[in-house]
């Protein structure tokens, strides 16, 4: 259960400004590596500073969505939740410009169906691309690459709260106790929408799912007309708690607050920032396979050190 | 392996010797003048339970040791002295494996062994005590599900026995009495049914022993940072179970109930609900 979770005690920060911290430090490591790596031509300049990260960051979170809607078959909400989830924990300690997100965003689905139960063969996971056959099997193999990578970067923490559940619970909740509301049904259909865009923030790494939902009940509530305050106080017994009830309302607002403020980056910003990572890429291209001592170690890898990437992010265009 | 002056009887006579040097580890020999051979002392010989022969050997060291170690963590006042005695402990195990002061060792024992021959006379009455109890436990719980199991057995003995009772009843009725069969047939089918219904009660009424031997003694509380979530058994009456899915008979088949899934939603939505 959620209270005694690996998300509770490990994944779940109090402000937002600590996760900033944690970026700007991600890219700050990377960027001293590069500076150091001794190579030629090398300025501070051709790396990406954290705002432009996040909105490199922004772009192919939405893809990463985009990529699970379009799924066949139908991938249920909780797996494209942990996706997003697994996505969003990994570039908290890692730089976009030294994993590149294309891969780990797949790596992310695809570890994803795992956890969850939700049963995709790694063909058919790949068949979801828009690619060639070959294509189809070089990005399984890069995905392949990188799931222990993946793994390891969540500290092993796999199991991931998702706000669904929640909302059911609380719609049922609602229908038994609260006959204040005659319809909660109807709330159910902008509540949900609450928590997709809630998805695309850091609202996962702040709050509890529990929190999270409820904000979507209260929230959807609100903007039918409907008063609702009645079912904290009386239904959750928080009459005579004033404190614990003030503090639910003050999460409440930040959390909104986080969802009003999410814009999605405007396409020539996305261009500029993916030509960069594209040249950081190009000139600092880690070869996973050497790096970790995967399978045979006297395999001489003979790929050329300018890891030049055989399918690109248009192939995803077509998604 | 006989004495002889070959050069070949001296080299293998030299190589045995080389080869019960390396195990002398573990197997102690003496040169036994009657067969002119080196024999092992078969005293030491143990079956060996693990892999490496040298954990084989700490372990029997072990046991020997803590049969006159055996004090425990409240014999002692604080931690720091429990601690410390345990290491006292672990030295010796460890000199005595490796062949390292093993006199001193052996003569530290012996001075540990005398001063405290009560406390460890104490705490090996008490182990056994121990022990004890936890066998007569466990005695029991085997007597008690070998006593159910009879239990149904007969119970079901007993039913057979109604059943036949009842067909043979009703062969000899059609035989003897005057009424149309149609009716005693009827007849014979209401009372097979309350029969059925009877034995259906009984079943019931079988009471849940369950005696724990080990195991948790207090109820556990774990925190949900959240309001309380009714119990599973209680949702029903409280009108959850009214706006959740109903479960199908292939469902029910399974296992599953419809309080399940709605435990499991009310437990997700209330649970870290509460800033901490």
Redesign the interface.
């Known amino acids: 259960?959620?209270?005694?979770s690996s998300q509770?005690k490990y994944w779940t920060y109090d402000k937002e400004e600590d996760l900033d911290k944690l970026r700007l430090e991600a890219n700050r490591k990377f960027c001293s590596k590069g500076l150091s790596s001794g190579k030629p031509g090398i300025n501070e300049s051709m790396f990406l500073n954290q705002q432009e990260e996040k909105v490199l960051f922004r772009h192919y979170e939405k893809r990463l969505l985009d990529f699970c809607t379009m799924f066949k078959p139908v991938m249920p909400k909780s797996v494209v939740g942990t996706a997003c989830m697994y996505f969003r924990r990994f570039y908290l300690n890692n730089s976009l410009m030294e994993y590149h997100p294309r891969t780990i965003m797949l790596t992310c689905a695809y570890l994803s169906c795992k956890v969850d139960e939700f049963n995709v063969s790694s063909t058919q996971f790949v068949g979801n691309l828009q690619e060639s056959q070959a294509g189809q099997e070089r990005a399984l193999e890069q995905i392949l690459e990188y799931e222990l990578l993946l793994i390891q970067q969540l500290n092993f923490h796999l199991v991931v709260?998702n706000p669904y559940?929640?909302?059911?619970?609380?719609?049922?909740?609602l229908?038994?106790r609260y006959p204040l509301l005659e319809n909660p049904e109807m709330l159910r259909k902008s509540a949900e929408d609450f928590l997709n865009r809630a998805a695309m923030t850091d609202a996962g790494l702040l709050f509890?799912?529990?929190?999270i939902?409820?904000t979507a009940v209260l929230n959807s509530a609100a903007r039918a007309g409907l008063k609702m305050e009645a079912y904290l106080t009386e239904c959750?017994?928080l009459k005579e708690d004033k404190e614990?009830l003030s503090?639910?309302y003050?999460?409440m607002r930040r959390m909104t607050g986080l969802i009003k403020a999410y814009e999605l980056p405007k396409a020539e910003e996305v261009n500029t920032c993916k030509q960069k990572l594209e040249r950081i890429h190009a000139e600092f291209a880690t070869n996973l396979k050497r790096k970790h001592g995967y399978e045979d170690d006297d395999h001489v890898v003979k790929r050329q050190m300018v890891a030049e990437e055989e399918w690109t992010d248009e192939d995803l265009d077509a998604l | 392996m006989k004495l002889s002056l070959s050069r070949d009887a001296h080299r293998q006579a030299h190589l045995r010797y080389r080869l019960f040097q390396q195990i002398s580890h573990f197997i102690t020999v003496y040169f036994d003048p009657r067969s002119a051979d080196l024999l092992p002392i078969k005293s030491n010989f143990r079956v060996q339970l693990f892999e490496d022969p040298a954990i084989d050997k700490e372990v029997e060291i072990r046991k020997k040791v803590l049969k006159i170690y055996n004090k425990r963590e409240l014999d002692f006042s604080t931690l720091k002295e429990y601690n410390d005695y345990l290491e006292q402990v672990e030295d010796i195990v460890f000199n005595l494996t490796n062949n390292v002061d093993v006199e001193r060792t052996k003569q530290i024992m012996e001075q540990y062994q005398r001063d405290n021959k009560d406390v460890i006379q104490r705490n090996k009455a008490k182990l056994t005590r121990e022990q004890e109890e936890l066998e007569e436990l466990l005695l029991q719980e085997q007597q008690n599900s070998e006593q159910r199991r009879l239990e149904t057995l007969q119970e079901e003995q007993r039913q057979l026995q109604a059943k036949r009772k009842n067909k043979q009843a009703l062969l000899d009725e059609l035989e003897s009495s005057k009424l149309p069969a149609a009716v005693l047939l009827a007849q014979h089918k209401d009372r097979a049914a309350q029969l059925e219904t009877q034995i259906e009660k009984q079943k019931q009424n079988v009471k849940p022993a369950n005696i724990f031997s080990t195991g948790i003694m207090m109820p556990l509380f774990i925190d949900t940072y959240g309001p309380p979530v009714p119990e599973l058994d209680q949702l029903g009456r409280l009108g959850y179970l009214n706006h959740v899915r109903t479960a199908s008979p292939q469902d029910h088949a399974g296992g599953y109930t419809s309080g399940l899934a709605c435990h499991r939603a009310l437990q997700d939505a209330f649970s870290g609900l509460f800033p901490s």
């Open positions: 259960m959620y209270h005694n509770k709260h559940r929640p909302l059911e619970g609380f719609l049922i909740d229908k038994t509890s799912p529990s929190q939902a409820l959750m017994g614990t503090k639910m003050e999460s």
